[in-house]
């Protein structure tokens, strides 16, 4: 070992290259991280792999002298504004008990959106897009509740990464008669710019990723002019926090980006793994994003409702009222129960009026009526066989409500550049030819069996 490298390791622990504070191996990034300066290295070399700030640990400076801080007495949630701009409750947890401080911490963000979207038309996009859920009880969609919605720049580390991956899965390729099958074995080196990550810990950080993606080319550098009217929340989860997330939406990236390149090379495409991962280079930026945001307690949980304040995009973890949802199924059952009776109805019509057409006239007309009847009550006791365990299971599927399943992140168009310089080594490998009989057998299979399949197509 160098005397150099033989400094940096102490007895105890290594020591950052950058400040000798004491560096830890996190297991989900592969990295050593400093928590002091905020410096990746790699364990074997300790090679710099970049840079995580540690922000806004320094005291509030005279720029920040007409700011002030609400601390929350319940939930302990902070929020910066200016000094013309009230709190009379707090919408993380709706507790009036507010504490008014002094801004004793710096506070000094690199970039900002502005608003956009007003109060009034984030509740209009919010109740658009919460009507086209099913089972919502009314309080969600209460304007009285809603009234409280609260304009929030949220904290966002916007990060830039260098990544590459080992990707591997499973192809096909269609033809006539047989299918090609092939094993998906690529190394991915690619870019990723401005991956947002929320700082807050008391946002949910699905409910931020479904409203994404904001739009970048109206990022400002950060004004304090833009502050008034609105709150500001501190972020409380630096990018070193979130290492974890980091890595997985990274890696789900490179999944997307082989899936991407390989829609014209494989009918069929299923990737298995990202294994190896690895990103260096890390840079970031702190941005305030704006949120119009509310937390809704209901039958002793918190729900979070959120609407982009730049675009307009609505979204919320929402409770399922299983009332009104099996309500709404009954409704469907009985529906498709009298739809059932109807086509069993025309079904013994058709036929008496067949056998009317070849019998004579002198037949009473009571033997048609019984005729009709005998048919009707074998046709349906038929279908009732195939009809009740398939109404019973679509009863189960729309009653099945737990809560509403809120949007995904955006795909990785947004925060990879698919035409700039990404290399992909290909090392996919044939592995056999099979039946195509046997491959749509398989679907088939999967679809159910051929009642099912009947009466789904009538019975939507």
């Known amino acids: 070992m160098s005397n150099e490298q033989g400094n940096i ?23 050593l991280i400093c928590n002091m300066c905020g410096g ?19 005291a509030a400076g005279e720029e920040e002298e007409n700011k002030q801080e609400f601390i929350c007495d319940s939930c302990g949630a902070a929020v910066v504004t200016d000094y013309n701009t009230a709190a009379t409750f707090c919408a993380f947890c709706g507790s009036a008990t507010l504490i008014k401080k002094r801004l004793s911490t710096c506070f000094r963000p690199d970039l900002i959106i502005p608003f956009k979207i007003s109060k009034e038309e984030a509740i209009e996009n919010y109740l658009k897009w919460a009507k086209t859920q099913k089972g919502i009880p009314k309080k969600f969609l209460s304007e009285s509740v809603l009234e409280k919605i609260t304009g929030y720049y949220t904290p966002f580390w916007l990060l830039d990464a260098d990544c590459s991956a080992e990707v591997g899965g499973k192809g096909q390729i269609f033809h006539d008669d047989v299918v090609e099958n092939y094993f998906i074995d690529r190394t991915l080196e690619y870019k990723v710019r401005r991956v947002p990550f929320d700082g807050c810990r008391k946002i949910s950080n699905t409910l931020m990723e479904a409203i994404e993606p904001f739009d970048y080319s109206e990022l400002r550098d950060y ?81 979070g409702i959120a609407v982009n304040g730049q675009t307009g995009k609505a979204s919320g973890s929402l409770p399922i009222n299983k009332k009104k949802v099996h309500m709404h199924a009954l409704a469907s059952v009985i529906k498709d129960v009298l739809l059932f009776i109807a086509i069993t109805v025309i079904a013994a019509a058709l036929v008496v009026a067949a056998v009317i057409a070849i019998t004579p006239d002198e037949v009473p007309d009571m033997a048609y009526v019984i005729v009709f009847l005998l048919f009707w009550l074998t046709v349906t006791i038929s279908g009732l066989i195939f009809f009740v365990p398939f109404i019973k299971r679509k009863f189960v599927d729309k009653s099945f409500y737990e809560s509403v399943t809120i949007d995904k992140a ?44 009947v009466l789904r197509s009538i019975f939507k």
Not at 41 to 51: H, Q, R, T, V
Not at 423 to 447: C, H
């Open 410 to 453: 955006p795909n990785l168009e947004e925060y990879v550049d698919l035409k700039g310089s990404i290399k992909m080594e290909n090392r996919d490998m044939f592995l056999y030819v099979g039946s195509k009989d046997a491959d749509a057998n398989d679907k088939k299979f999967e679809k159910g069996p051929l009642s099912e399949r």
């Open 9 to 31: 390791f102490g007895t105890t622990s290594a020591k950052c290259p950058n400040c000798a504070a004491n560096i830890f191996y996190n297991e989900k990034a592969g990295k």
């Open 223 to 303: 004004n304090d002019m833009y502050l008034p009217g609105f709150f500001a929340q501190r972020y409380d989860l630096s990018a070193i926090d979130m290492m974890d997330l980091i890595k997985i939406r990274l890696d789900n990236y490179a999944t997307g980006i082989v899936k991407h390149f390989s829609a014209k090379e494989y009918d069929v495409f299923k990737a298995v793994s990202a294994e190896g991962s690895y990103s260096e280079n890390f840079k970031q930026v702190y941005a305030l994003m704006p949120v119009w945001f509310l937390n809704i307690e209901y039958e002793g949980s918190t729900y």
């Open 40 to 58: 990746l290295f790699d364990p074997e070399s300790l090679k710099p792999l970049g840079k995580i700030e540690v922000r806004d640990t320094a």
